[in-house]
């Protein structure tokens, strides 16, 4: 696999690049990836959600998946978890998803009217 | 579902939650025989007999959360739209096989779509499970799995943002580039 040596030199940048980023570790994005999740477009969502913390450097952030939470007209949908806090996302298209990284993850803001409450 | 790479996400997170360790993925495109399909394989817990029998009924489901459960109604649906076969096998404690064939060229034949995209999302957020991808198209075959790409990061998570970009890249550019048609007859790859 001819790649692989390309990998190799991104997984040396990578490791040159890496602090002490113990902040990162309690954060986890979960997005819903039912098939109503999928259906409404899961898939674009997490593409963006993985392009945007590598641009910010969040590299330790977590990112997981749930299936449908029961709330499918709301999906794409997506829950995040900063130590003890827990906002909800709904309708993340690819903008949101974008700007949530941007916003609530680098600044520390809670973009209130896109969450469920 | 708007293409077929989404159904493969879909069947193959029934996998995950299955709590398979290993998944495996193959496409095969056939131009000659006007063939294609996908099969998923996993290790999960399986299916029992009771639930087989009700599994492509779409007001049923096993998960907590969920009233219906349109993942296999949806293929199945998919495929019958464009007179593929659809077939589904499972031993409880073994594993479980979705096979889904389609009539290629057929009128109602969603694209492929962005199979990349589907593999990446998948391995995102398990770290956990063997993934598998083999992708035939006429003669020529692209294998992927995540075993290969863990060995190749020495010890560095495959679950890295800047990784998983880039695994999304590469395996768009080898995917791409096996299904590309040289010769006119057969026309584009859809």
């Known amino acids: 696999m001819k790649s692989l040596a390309e990998l190799d030199k991104?997984?040396?940048?990578?490791?040159?690049e890496m602090k002490a980023r113990d902040k990162e570790h309690d954060i986890s994005i979960a997005v819903s990836m039912g098939t109503c999740g999928?259906?409404?477009?899961?898939?674009?969502v997490v593409k963006v959600l993985l392009n945007e913390l590598k641009e910010q450097g969040l590299a330790h952030v977590?990112?997981?998946?749930?299936?449908?939470?029961?709330?499918?007209?709301?999906?794409?949908?997506?829950?995040?978890?900063?130590?003890?806090?827990?906002?909800i996302y709904v309708n993340v298209d690819?903008?949101?998803?974008?700007?949530i990284v941007r916003r609530h993850l680098v600044q520390g803001e809670v973009i209130k009217e896109w969450t469920d409450s | 579902m708007e293409d077929l790479s989404q159904h493969i996400l879909d069947i193959s997170f029934n996998s995950l939650e299955a709590g398979c360790t290993r998944l495996e993925i193959c496409i095969r495109e056939d131009l000659e025989n006007n063939?294609?399909?996908?099969?998923?394989?996993?290790n999960g817990r399986g299916i029992d007999r009771e639930d087989m029998q009700r599994v492509t009924d779409p007001f049923y489901t096993t998960k907590k959360n969920a009233r219906v459960?349109?993942?296999?109604?949806?293929?199945?649906?998919?495929?019958?739209?464009?007179d593929g076969t659809f077939e589904i096998e499972s031993k409880p404690r073994e594993g479980t096989v979705v096979k889904a064939s389609f009539v290629r060229d057929h009128?109602?034949?969603?694209?492929?779509?962005?199979?990349?995209?589907?593999?990446?999302?998948?391995?995102?957020?398990?770290?956990?499970?063997?993934?598998?991808?083999?992708?035939?198209?006429?003669?020529?075959?692209?294998?992927?799995?995540?075993?290969?790409?863990?060995?190749?990061?020495?010890?560095?998570?495959?679950?890295?943002?800047?990784?998983?970009?880039?695994?999304?890249?590469?395996?768009?550019?080898?995917?791409?580039?096996?299904?590309?048609i040289k010769d006119e007859k057969f026309g584009r790859a859809g």
């Open chain 1, 10 to 16: 991104l997984r040396e940048t990578l490791q040159r």
């Open chain 1, 38 to 44: 999928i259906a409404a477009g899961a898939r674009e």
């Open chain 1, 62 to 87: 977590a990112l997981t998946q749930t299936s449908c939470v029961g709330s499918c007209k709301h999906e794409p949908l997506l829950e995040i978890k900063r130590g003890n806090e827990k906002v």
């Open chain 1, 94 to 99: 690819q903008e949101r998803a974008k700007e």
């Open chain 2, 35 to 42: 063939v294609l399909e996908f099969t998923v394989r996993d």
């Open chain 2, 69 to 82: 459960g349109l993942g296999i109604s949806l293929l199945r649906e998919a495929v019958e739209r464009c």
């Open chain 2, 107 to 180: 009128v109602d034949r969603a694209p492929l779509g962005d199979i990349a995209g589907a593999l990446v999302s998948l391995i995102a957020g398990n770290s956990g499970v063997e993934l598998f991808y083999s992708h035939r198209f006429n003669q020529k075959e692209f294998n992927f799995s995540t075993g290969e790409m863990r060995a190749a990061l020495k010890g560095y998570s495959m679950q890295t943002p800047a990784v998983l970009v880039w695994l999304e890249e590469y395996l768009r550019r080898e995917i791409t580039e096996l299904r590309r």
